[in-house]
């Protein structure tokens, strides 16, 4: 048996993925996704301390070109074909949780940002693989996301600071200082407000993939994700699901509420006062609701709300 700590999956493929599993041999098995693309596990650190003492066995990844995996040479562009694109990461998630040895019906995914964009697209591609699906502050399409991040921009600021930053992004100078500025305040009032939110002393953004898919900012939409969605087939998912969002994050509330009212078996709860990073911000309140999602599903007593 594996044991608890850090350990380094071989892909088919030749790269390595980072892993680390706590609570090995618990009878609840949880895989995370995390965000960005390409940032990294940290917002995931603490499940291990919520969940391993009601039995859950907590493994977090970093998927390729995340900080602590392989990264690949995204120069050449055979790579970022063959690599930077959604079936990719979706057939990574299958091959990791198979590397794990997590059984049909046995475990639970949880994906947060991009990570719930791939739990959602996982989903539905392998209906009653899952025990419970666990979306993290993400909703079922990029164009309301879209809508609610530019309300957000004009809500935040005055009219002459949003055309200033519309037109930085036409001319593509994302490295403007003044424009970062803007981003930046954006980012600590919607993304991650706790100001004690793990950090390091350099980015380890994975910038390449997070470049190819999303663009600069949390507030732009550049790359290949723009107009994703699964909001017509959202209804296709009936594993029992959280759905969990920041009350002060980039994702449009209303649009969640109406993901909770089109899947046939799901539960939406909100962290007050939190960022699109609300397990980080408010940890109580999330694990809480958490704990109970699964110990409901476990018990074979859940019920949509």
């Given amino acids: 048996m594996t044991k608890d ?7 088919d493929n030749g790269y390595h993925l980072w892993s680390r599993t706590d609570g090995t041999g618990k009878p609840i098995k949880l895989l995370t996704l995390h965000g960005g693309p390409g940032a990294g596990h940290e917002p995931y650190e603490r499940f291990p301390e919520f969940l391993n003492p009601i039995g859950v066995e907590v493994t977090q990844y970093d998927q390729l070109g995340a900080w602590y995996s392989d990264q ?21 998630v299958e091959e990791v949780r198979q590397k ?29 693989v899952l025990k419970g699906l666990i979306i993290i502050s993400m909703i079922d399409n990029i164009d309301d996301y879209v809508t609610n991040i530019n309300a957000i921009r004009e809500k935040e600021f005055d009219a002459d600071v949003v055309a200033f930053m ?16 803007y981003a930046t305040h954006l980012d600590r009032e ?9 950090h390091h002393q350099i980015s ?39 759905l969990t969002f920041g009350g002060h994050e980039s994702m449009p509330l209303e649009v969640a509420r109406q993901m909770r009212d089109k899947m046939p078996n799901a539960r939406l709860r909100v962290t007050p006062n939190a960022g699109h990073v609300h397990m980080v911000d408010d940890p109580e309140i999330f694990f809480y609701n958490l704990t109970h999602f699964i110990q409901d599903v476990e018990a074979d007593e859940f019920v949509p709300e």
């Fill in 72 to 92: 690949p040479d995204f120069d050449d562009p055979d790579n970022v074909e063959k690599y930077l694109n959604y079936d990719y990461y979706l057939n990574e």
């Fill in 100 to 128: 794990l040895g997590y059984e049909d019906g046995e475990f639970y995914l949880a994906g947060h940002s991009w990570g719930g964009l791939l739990a959602q697209e996982y989903a539905l591609r392998h209906p009653g």
């Fill in 204 to 242: 380890t953004m994975g910038t390449a993939v997070y470049n190819h898919f999303q663009g600069d900012n949390e507030f732009v939409i550049t790359g290949k994700l723009a107009h994703w969605s699964v909001a017509d087939r959202l209804h296709e998912i009936e594993t029992p699901t959280l």
């Fill in 5 to 11: 700590g850090t350990h380094i999956l071989s892909l």
């Fill in 166 to 181: 519309r037109e930085v992004e036409e001319r593509g100078e994302w490295d403007n200082p003044t424009y970062q500025k």
């Fill in 190 to 198: 919607y993304i991650t407000r706790h100001p004690n939110a793990p």
